[in-house]
């Protein structure tokens, strides 16, 4: 039974290096198979085969860099891991960094102290203000360490928090839509604590009450909290709060523009939060995809800055030093949704923060091969013929980005650097397998 346990490239083959689980037993005279090769008996060897890269189609994998702290430069540190194993880059290959090493490497860190200052400031709030949160995002890492910070804002003043329903921008729940109809209500009311009552619904991947979570952190630094569901921003205007912040992600554009045209002005988005470019430390996304980095300093990491500049550095580095011509890019959550429990894991606010010119705002467009393939078939063409045809095909669309056709029926142009962002962070990101770089072959 054999078990891939890595690959390796050399020249144009890319070799695979299995352990060999080999049971005793099965040499003895009386040529029985067994039932389970993983026994005490066992023994491994090791072989090695190999494909050709022509026959390979896409392939990623992650490499591991080693320990990356704020004292690394994230160039130097991508030179010294690919030193190690030159032959691991090929031409075309996009070499993918995952961002939270860019934004340690720059010291792109803040304390809470940091960000309840500029809000104080941006919203010109006094120690008894009442503030309003709008639509914040379920997270222990990512939005209670903000809800700190905004409390502490206020300490002698309110925080009211919106949650939508029956779930989060994420589809993190709130609540069921089982226990709305049995409460009397409907997805246009407002839903007040009392109306949940004690027994409310757990997030089902954490366990956590995150209702009570979010007053808890309110009250141990401020006056007092107010925490309700609903879908609409009136329920939060007619409370007439000194302030508002928008707390959604991917929405927070259309909840800015309702807020305002409710006459309230004095908002902000999470995005208007430690995005100075005349500070030292900011993100062009602000706090927007920022999650904690220790809990014991109040430290917060926001994204990577000037993440295009990185990865064209990084690229004009692998072509000088080893002359390869490859892409880069910066990646975050992967724009995916688990089936299951219907989490949309991109909290951050893109899934590519930064990348190279040459995939850029670039579309993958490709052949829809099983219809040409039965189409041409139903011609009559050989199996040469569809192959031809199809190479051409394929060519036509990666040359002229086109979008119209037969071929293309059923295939989505969606942009290489989302496609290959969500691949990298399944590769190494999601499964915290300690690869921040990723290297994905035959993508382009």
Same mark, same amino acid.
């Given at each position: 039974?054999?078990?891939?346990?890595?690959?390796?490239?050399?020249?144009?083959?890319?070799?695979?290096?299995?352990? *060999?689980?080999?049971?005793?037993?099965?040499?003895?005279?009386?040529?029985?198979?067994?039932?389970?090769?993983?026994?005490?008996?066992?023994? =491994?060897?090791?072989?090695?085969?190999?494909?050709?890269?022509?026959?390979?189609?896409?392939?990623?994998?992650?490499?591991?860099? &080693?320990?990356?702290?704020?004292?690394?430069?994230?160039?130097?540190?991508?030179?010294?891991?690919?030193?190690?194993?030159?032959?691991?880059?090929?031409? =075309?290959?996009?070499?993918?960094?995952?961002?939270?090493?860019? *934004?340690?490497?720059?010291?792109?860190?803040?304390?809470?102290?940091?960000?309840?200052?500029?809000?104080?400031?941006?919203?010109?709030?006094?120690?008894?203000?009442?503030?309003?949160?709008?639509?914040?995002?379920?997270?222990?890492?990512?939005?209670?360490?903000?809800?700190?910070?905004?409390?502490?804002?206020?300490?002698?003043?309110?925080?009211?928090?919106?949650?939508?329903?029956?779930?989060?921008?994420?589809?993190?729940?709130?609540? @069921?839509?089982?226990?709305?109809?049995?409460?009397?209500?409907?997805?246009?009311?407002? +839903?007040?604590?009392?109306?949940?009552?004690?027994?409310?619904?757990?997030?089902?991947?954490?366990?956590?009450?995150?209702?009570?979570?979010? =007053?808890?952190? %309110?009250?141990?630094?401020?006056?007092?909290?107010?925490?309700?569901?609903?879908?609409? %921003?009136?329920?939060?205007?007619?409370? !007439?709060?000194?302030?508002?912040?928008?707390?959604?992600?991917?929405?927070?554009?259309?909840?800015?523009?309702? %807020?305002?045209?409710?006459?309230?002005? !004095?908002?902000?988005?999470?995005?208007?939060?430690?995005?100075?470019?005349?500070?030292?430390?900011?993100?062009?996304?602000?706090?927007?995809?920022?999650?904690?980095?220790?809990?014991?300093?109040?430290?917060?990491?926001?994204?990577?800055?000037?993440?295009?500049?990185?990865?064209?550095?990084?690229? @004009?580095?692998?072509? !000088?030093?080893?002359?390869?011509?490859?892409?880069?890019?910066?990646?975050?959550?992967?724009?995916?949704?688990?089936?299951?429990?219907?989490?949309?894991?991109?909290?951050?606010?893109?899934?590519?923060? &930064?990348?190279?010119? &040459?995939?850029?705002?670039?579309?993958?467009?490709?052949?829809?091969?099983?219809?040409?393939? =039965?189409?041409?078939?139903?011609?009559?063409?050989?199996?040469?013929?569809?192959?031809?045809?199809?190479?051409?095909?394929?060519?036509?669309?990666?040359?002229?980005?086109?979008?119209? &056709?037969?071929?293309?029926?059923? @295939?989505?142009?969606?942009?290489?650097?989302? +496609?290959?962002?969500?691949?990298?962070?399944?590769?190494?990101?999601?499964?915290?397998?300690?690869?921040?770089?990723?290297? %994905?072959?035959?993508?382009?």
């Amino acid at each position: 039974m054999y078990c891939p346990l890595l690959f390796f490239m050399s020249e144009n083959k890319i070799y695979f290096l299995f352990f *060999a689980f080999i049971n005793k037993q099965l040499n003895n005279s009386s040529g029985q198979a067994q039932s389970c090769p993983y026994n005490n008996s066992t023994t =491994q060897q090791s072989i090695t085969m190999y494909l050709p890269e022509k026959n390979m189609g896409v392939v990623a994998f992650g490499v591991k860099t &080693g320990i990356i702290t704020a004292d690394d430069h994230i160039v130097e540190v991508i030179k010294k891991t690919i030193d190690r194993h030159p032959d691991i880059i090929r031409d =075309q290959d996009i070499l993918c960094i995952t961002e939270s090493v860019v *934004a340690i490497t720059q010291h792109n860190i803040v304390t809470l102290e940091d960000v309840s200052q500029e809000i104080r400031s941006k919203l010109h709030l006094q120690d008894d203000s009442v503030i309003g949160i709008l639509y914040p995002i379920l997270s222990r890492n990512r939005f209670s360490m903000m809800l700190k910070a905004i409390a502490k804002a206020v300490p002698r003043g309110k925080v009211i928090i919106q949650l939508g329903f029956p779930s989060d921008e994420q589809g993190n729940p709130v609540i @069921t839509r089982e226990t709305i109809r049995k409460i009397g209500k409907t997805s246009h009311d407002i +839903l007040t604590v009392e109306d949940l009552g004690s027994d409310r619904l757990l997030h089902p991947e954490t366990g956590m009450d995150y209702i009570d979570f979010y =007053q808890t952190i %309110v009250m141990e630094h401020a006056s007092g909290v107010e925490l309700f569901l609903a879908n609409s %921003v009136n329920f939060m205007t007619d409370k !007439n709060p000194d302030a508002i912040i928008v707390c959604n992600v991917h929405a927070r554009h259309e909840t800015l523009e309702d %807020v305002k045209e409710n006459a309230c002005h !004095n908002v902000i988005t999470l995005q208007d939060i430690c995005s100075d470019a005349q500070q030292t430390v900011y993100s062009e996304y602000g706090l927007l995809g920022s999650n904690l980095l220790d809990p014991v300093k109040e430290q917060l990491k926001l994204m990577p800055r000037k993440s295009d500049e990185v990865c064209e550095e990084i690229r @004009t580095m692998i072509f !000088n030093v080893f002359g390869k011509d490859v892409e880069v890019l910066i990646y975050g959550d992967g724009a995916y949704k688990d089936p299951e429990s219907g989490i949309y894991e991109l909290a951050d606010p893109v899934s590519c923060f &930064g990348c190279t010119r &040459g995939i850029k705002d670039r579309n993958r467009i490709g052949v829809k091969t099983k219809y040409l393939m =039965q189409k041409l078939y139903n011609e009559g063409k050989s199996k040469e013929e569809i192959a031809g045809i199809i190479e051409l095909e394929g060519k036509k669309f990666a040359e002229k980005q086109a979008k119209e &056709g037969f071929s293309a029926q059923g @295939t989505t142009p969606r942009k290489i650097e989302n +496609l290959v962002s969500s691949l990298a962070d399944l590769v190494s990101g999601s499964g915290d397998s300690n690869t921040p770089l990723v290297i %994905v072959r035959g993508f382009i």
